[in-house]
């Protein structure tokens, strides 16, 4: 639903230039014309499907002559968001002194294959913890091994590097 605006600059050829607009999607590997060749040099795509697209621009002169070519790469997502859940729950809870709860994150949007990072604030100090860098697991068991009120976070990453979300 994001629009995408692409202006083209030549400065060799013989002038009178027209302009070739089209994308392919990486992913099914298929070329659509957005534009044939016309006088505009700028266009405002809007992106109706997510992944991975290229954009290619081909200029003509007067002549007919191309004298250019020109590709851009746009990544397109869903938008993005995240979810943490304790014990399949995202409402506080009160728990024992040596007992243990799983934390358990959800991502959407982004170019999925999520990455996780869990961490914790001891709030009576006001000190973070990280309980487990970056990997692909979504869940965590912590073991409450002192008292205290807790806050979990979780930060997810797509497979790209993008953050999709951090969620308390």
Do not use: C
Request: aromatic share 12%.
């Amino acid at each position: 639903g994001d629009k995408i605006n692409l202006k083209v600059n030549v400065k060799n050829g013989a002038g009178g230039y027209t302009y070739k607009y089209a994308v392919l999607d990486v992913e099914s590997d298929k070329w659509t014309v957005i534009k044939d060749f016309d006088s505009s040099n700028t266009l405002n795509y809007v992106v109706n499907s997510t992944g991975m697209k290229q954009f290619a621009i081909t200029v003509k002169d007067k002549a007919g002559k191309t004298v250019s070519t020109d590709r851009v790469t746009a990544y397109v997502f869903d938008e993005m968001s995240g979810l943490l859940t304790i014990n399949n729950s995202s409402e506080p809870l009160i728990k024992k002194l040596g007992s243990s709860i799983t934390l358990e994150a959800k991502g959407n949007g982004g170019e999925g294959n999520y990455s996780y990072k869990f961490a914790v604030l001891n709030v009576d100090t006001g000190k973070w913890s990280v309980l487990k860098d970056f990997d692909w697991s979504k869940k965590y068991t912590y073991n409450l091994n002192y008292p205290g009120e807790k806050q979990f976070a979780v930060t997810i990453k797509d497979y790209i590097g993008n953050t999709v979300a951090t969620n308390r």
